[in-house]
């Protein structure tokens, strides 16, 4: 897992726990203080109440870790997916061209050129199915029958 976004979730689940935890400590310590007598049951009850909120805390985190598990597969299997389009587009495009301009691009990759900034003569599209060949630009004259 990515250690940054792993640091970004665990301090928006610690901030929010924290902003969660105070709340409900000061709520539930400021009924106990009302009630303190001089018996050890209100030190009982006390720490029964500090277990109870230290349950609800780790609950609360392991239930925002889960979510953030869940958005991080999501977004494995976007990017997978993703790859495998890019990678059948690659091998589309290495197919399609001719030996020299695979040759070119290979050249242009070694010295570090740019692929995209020359003026390379357009590789030709497939031609669509059940058209034939498709007529030259200055045939296309708008008209069809």
């Known amino acids: 897992m990515n250690a940054r976004c792993y640091a970004v979730a665990m301090d928006l689940g610690v901030c929010q726990l924290r902003n969660f ?21 209100s030190v009982v009850a006390i720490d029964n109440k500090i277990e109870q909120a230290m349950d609800l805390v780790k609950s ?30 690659n091998n589309l495009l290495k197919n399609l061209a001719s030996p020299e301009q695979m ?18 003569p357009p590789v030709p599209g497939p031609v669509p199915v059940g ?9 296309s004259s708008g008209t069809s029958a």
């Open 21 to 41: 935890s105070i709340s409900f400590l000061s709520s539930v310590l400021g009924k106990e203080r009302a009630s303190v007598s001089s018996s050890g049951a």
């Open 60 to 89: 609360h985190l392991m239930y925002a870790v889960r979510e953030e598990v869940e958005v991080l597969k999501e977004q494995i299997k976007e990017l997978i997916e993703r790859n495998t389009q890019l990678e059948q587009e």
């Open 103 to 120: 040759a070119q691009f290979q050249a242009q990759v070694q010295t570090g050129g740019s692929p995209t900034g020359t003026a390379q």
């Open 131 to 139: 058209t034939g060949q498709a007529p030259p630009p200055s045939q």
